[in-house]
């Protein structure tokens, strides 16, 4: 984009009348809000995850277990989350070992967030992307002070370009394009094509075209 093309595109929407128009005031501001709600329950679930770990830790020292060992319970973690928390124990581990990070790795990652946001972009400011940039930081090659190189990046938010949903027969078939070029189903290349040729056909249905 030229400066000049970039100039006139910011005049056209800096127009109040174009501004009212487009309602930019305020979808600016939900958008803001979305984003500031994301980033606080991403806060929220850090301080929760510090405060699950605590809990776990209790129940194994020896206190807890002489406790538990009054009542008769005897729960494995799996257990302990379930009947303490009422959450399944993926949620659980991912809670744990979010707690155990280096608060250095946490807080490049928030870092690296907020940077995205301020240029426009949507993080994924989450659990399970905090994980995944602490364990590629792990990964990492070692420099030569025996720190990991840095280059780590937080991953942006997938958005859907495509998305297709057929039902015939008690047949569900649905899938998704990413905006990473990945594909997202469950359903089978062949339940796959099977919806591709009723959207073809119906195609060629509808501007008229012979099926020869």
């Not at 809670?95 to 990070?101: D, F, S």
Request: charged letters at 30%; proline letters at 2%.
């Amino acid at each position: 984009m030229t400066q000049d093309t970039q100039k006139n595109e910011n005049g056209f929407l800096n127009l109040p009348f174009v501004n009212k128009a487009l309602n930019l005031t305020a979808i600016k501001k939900a958008s803001s809000n979305v984003l500031t709600a994301q980033k606080k329950k991403f806060e929220n679930t850090l301080e929760l995850s510090k405060m699950v770990l605590e809990a776990h830790n209790w129940f194994n020292s020896a206190q807890g277990q002489a406790l538990a060992t009054e009542y008769s319970v005897k729960w494995t973690a799996e257990q302990f989350s379930l009947n303490v928390f009422g959450w399944q124990k993926s949620y659980f581990y991912k809670l744990v070992k979010v707690a155990k990070l280096e608060e250095s790795i946490v807080n490049e990652f928030t870092e690296q967030c907020d940077k995205l946001e301020s240029d426009k972009k949507e993080p994924q400011r989450s659990v399970e992307s905090l994980l995944k940039f602490a364990k590629a930081k792990d990964l990492e090659p070692a420099d030569g002070n025996g720190e990991n190189e840095e280059g780590t990046e937080v991953e942006e938010k997938e958005s859907v370009l495509l998305t297709l949903s057929y039902k015939k027969e008690g047949k569900n078939v649905a899938f998704r394009i990413m905006s990473n070029g990945t594909v997202k189903t469950t359903n089978s290349p062949e339940e796959l094509l099977e919806a591709i040729a009723l959207i073809q056909a119906t195609i060629r249905n509808e501007s008229g075209e012979s099926e020869e």
